[in-house]
């Protein structure tokens, strides 16, 4: 399975982005997907995730109310978006779509993750 992200972006402080994943292979059927990120000097931090139905969410508390993750699984087209406003400073980081066979409700670490995206940069300027 291959996780395809778009591209990231460069926004102002208060500004929104749009980051979408689409999951490419065979037998990809109920994987929950989601996204890490790592700003510079870090480690890598859940984000947000979805359930394959997208019915089912969960997400980071620095984010909760200002990102929204999305799901489009029908027609096997395994995609993910993640909704971004009121972007500050702080969430400037490199974004990695990821897949898990895991529940969305429990807690996501990075070493539980089944396939990774290549990662995307998102800037935010003040």
């Known amino acids: 399975v291959n996780l395809v992200g778009s591209e990231g972006g460069s926004v102002q402080a208060g500004g929104s982005l749009r980051l979408s994943c689409a999951a490419r292979?065979?037998?990809?059927?109920?994987?929950?997907m989601g996204w890490f990120r790592q700003a510079p000097g870090t480690g890598r931090q859940f984000v947000a995730a979805a359930s394959w139905g997208g019915d089912i969410t969960n997400y980071a508390d620095a984010v909760r109310g200002r990102f929204t993750i999305s799901r489009d699984s029908a027609n096997a087209k395994n995609m993910a978006y993640l909704q971004m406003n009121d972007l500050r400073p702080e969430d400037a980081a490199t974004y990695y779509c990821?897949?898990?066979?895991?529940?969305?409700?429990?807690?996501?670490?990075?070493?539980?993750?089944?396939?990774w995206g290549k990662g995307t940069l998102v800037t935010v300027s003040s």
């Open positions: 292979g065979r037998r990809f059927s109920s994987y929950a």
């Open positions: 990821v897949a898990a066979w895991r529940a969305v409700s429990s807690t996501w670490n990075e070493e539980d993750m089944d396939f």
